[in-house]
């Protein structure tokens, strides 16, 4: 299996997979069997992720046309769930914007302005959710702090999970928006 190795002071082992590629962090001197031992074991899931990954990068270039439809069912999507979870949060909001973005997810202003990526729309509706969970909780909390984390959890439980498939298959979705040369 190839992958790419980082070693640093950590005591764990723990493998990510991230662009199609996997991503090993090691305690530094850990021996390469053990590492490869690992990766043995978790060589089912590892395969599944890959696949998932590989899947999302054939898809070709998100076209104009792709991206106007996005945009107009997020239009009618992030809004809906925006005002289903504010009294959740126990926030209030101001404006919302959705446009196509290379690099955030979502974002919000010191205003209440919230900001969301139409390309939310390619992702499972969990991960929509828990993007939105995390901007609005920020309404309250800005930063990212154990108490910010543990708001977030609280109204949305699954967050990490789903959470981690954005941070597993986001990069696939961006690079079909780049792959796009009009933008
Ligand atoms: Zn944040």
Request: net charge positive; charged share 30%; proline share 4%.
């Amino acid at each position: 299996m190839e992958y790419t190795l980082i070693r640093s002071r950590r005591k764990t082992l723990s493998v990510e997979i991230k662009g199609g590629k996997v991503i090993v962090r090691a305690p530094e001197r850990l021996a390469r069997t053990r590492i490869d031992d690992f990766l043995e074991s978790r060589r089912a899931w590892i395969e599944k992720k890959l696949e998932k990954s590989a899947e999302l990068a054939a898809a070709g270039p998100i076209t104009d046309e792709e991206l106007r439809a996005l945009a107009e069912s997020a239009k009618e999507y992030i809004p809906a769930h925006v005002r289903y979870y504010a009294p959740r949060v126990g926030v209030s909001f101001g404006r919302i914007t959705i446009r196509a973005q290379r690099t955030k997810w979502g974002s919000c202003s010191g205003k209440g302005n919230l900001n969301f990526n139409c390309l939310l729309m390619l992702t499972p509706p969990e991960v929509r959710d828990a993007v939105i969970v995390h901007e609005l909780c920020h309404l309250r909390e800005m930063n990212h702090s154990p108490r910010f984390y543990a708001e977030v959890r609280r109204v949305y439980p699954e967050y990490d999970k789903w959470n981690r498939w954005l941070r597993e298959n986001g990069g696939a979705i961006i690079d079909r928006l780049e792959r796009n040369a009009d933008l």
